[in-house]
């Protein structure tokens, strides 16, 4: 057998690879949970057995994301994008203020178009090219509207692979809004600075189906205009995200990879890994004309590393090479073509020294 194929790597952006160990444990949850003679996919939201999946995974995301006792933690469903639609519904004060929308790429581009069905968002570009290079203009520079009612930024454009770290640190009185779907668990945040953070799972997390939402409890209003209760904050922290039945597959194995990072060592540890596997790919990348990316050092992404080969028609041959080698999901979004990988913290640094080691043979063969 082909010695390069005897791991395979997913770099997918989401559903993105989970750990191998977690995906063992859940085949044992999957038949009979916990010794229970049931399996993981039988077992009511409401039993004490599943009580206590989401219980410990609710104590541990607060204690990996260091979450203050004010701040109420809710499992949705509906994806990132279903928040696109709950932060106006939720949020907006029928008082003819309206919110700003950081535009930094695709993803906070669309939540910006979801919410003028509910409202005129102030939609604030913060891009630019410098050289030739993308690059997110400093906070101080973003030019926010005093009187918003909230403002609404992607700190991670999974699609663009770009990427803000300065956190947010505006006045008190600006409720901040966050999509961290690709951001989530990847890096120490201060969710202090936030009003609301919220994230769908299949990047950092677990499987798609489960949704995290991170609200300051004085956010949690009855919504000033009409929102679905599935949607409506208020009713889903009363409830305890248990308003109707929760994604508990999901939520399982989503708990089965908040433990592993646990024992990885929490944030920190993974934080410096996810930045150590990022810093070798750019580096390989900024090693040769070969290939281009084209986003300033400051605002690289650690998850999306997105890249191009300088001849594109290179790329469908890199795709299938690629892919031959043991090396999966290499391609970029379709919005924007080109190629990415994702290196969430699930992927070993193994895996990105044999996407690096596949990147010099293909340049070697086809230079
Ligand atoms: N925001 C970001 C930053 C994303 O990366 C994605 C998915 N790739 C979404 C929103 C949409 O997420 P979902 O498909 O869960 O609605």
Same mark, same amino acid.
């Given at each position: ?37 049931? +399996? ?9 057995? *599943? ?17 203050? @006792?004010?701040? &109420?933690?809710?499992?949705?469903? =509906? ?8 932060? $106006? ?15 930094? !790429? ?14 005129? $968002? ?9 050289? =030739? ?29 770009? /990427? #803000? ?15 961290? +779907?690709?951001?989530? *668990?990847?890096? #120490?945040?201060? %969710? ?10 299949? &990047?950092?997390? =677990? ?13 949690? &209003?009855?919504?000033? %205009? ?14 305890? +995200? ?6 508990? *597959?999901?939520?399982?194995?989503? !708990? ?5 990072? @646990? ?8 934080? @410096? +890994?996810?930045?150590? &596997? ?28 997105? *890249? ?23 391609? =970029? ?12 913290? /699930? ?21």
């Amino acid at each position: 057998m082909d010695k390069n194929k005897d791991v395979i790597y997913n770099f997918s952006a989401g559903p993105a690879m989970l750990p191998k160990e977690i995906l063992k444990t859940a085949q044992l949850g999957l038949c009979n949970w916990q010794n229970s003679g049931k +399996s993981i996919l039988e077992i009511s939201h409401r039993s004490k057995e *599943f009580t206590s999946v989401i219980e410990s995974l609710e104590y541990n995301l607060r204690d990996l994301l260091n979450v203050p @006792k004010y701040y &109420k933690v809710l499992f949705c469903h =509906g994806g990132a994008r279903g928040q696109f639609s709950a932060i $106006p519904m939720n949020l907006l004060k029928n008082n003819g203020r309206n919110p700003d929308y950081i535009n930094s !790429g695709y993803w906070s581009y669309s939540a910006a178009l979801e919410s003028r069905k509910y409202c005129v $968002p102030n939609i604030i570009n913060v891009r630019k090219i410098l050289n =030739g290079n993308h690059c997110v203009c400093s906070i101080k520079n973003w030019e926010i509207n005093t009187n918003n009612t909230y403002l609404h930024y992607c700190p991670n454009e999974t699609i663009e692979g770009i /990427a #803000i770290y300065e956190e947010p640190y505006f006045k008190d009185d600006i409720i901040v809004v966050g999509d961290f +779907s690709s951001t989530l *668990f990847s890096r #120490i945040i201060d %969710i202090t600075r936030y009003g609301i953070i919220y994230a769908s799972a299949q &990047k950092n997390v =677990g499987p798609p189906g489960v949704t995290i939402v991170i609200v300051h409890e004085d956010l949690l &209003k009855e919504p000033k %205009i009409v929102c679905p209760s599935i949607l409506n904050y208020n009713i889903l922290s009363k409830s305890n +995200s248990m308003f109707n039945t929760p994604a508990t *597959f999901s939520l399982y194995i989503s !708990g089965l990879v908040l433990e592993w990072m @646990k024992k990885l060592g929490g944030l920190k540890t993974i934080q @410096k +890994s996810n930045e150590k &596997k990022a810093n070798l790919l750019y580096n390989m990348i900024d090693s040769t004309d070969f290939y281009i990316n084209n986003v300033m050092n400051h605002n690289r992404s650690f998850m999306n590393v997105t *890249f191009t080969i300088a001849n594109s028609n290179l790329h469908s041959l890199f795709l299938k090479e690629s892919y031959d080698f043991g090396l999966h999901c290499l391609n =970029g979004h379709n919005v924007i073509g080109g190629l990415r990988a994702s290196i969430y913290n /699930a992927m070993p640094i193994e895996g990105v020294m044999k996407l690096i080691k596949f990147m010099k043979i293909f340049e070697k063969k086809y230079e």
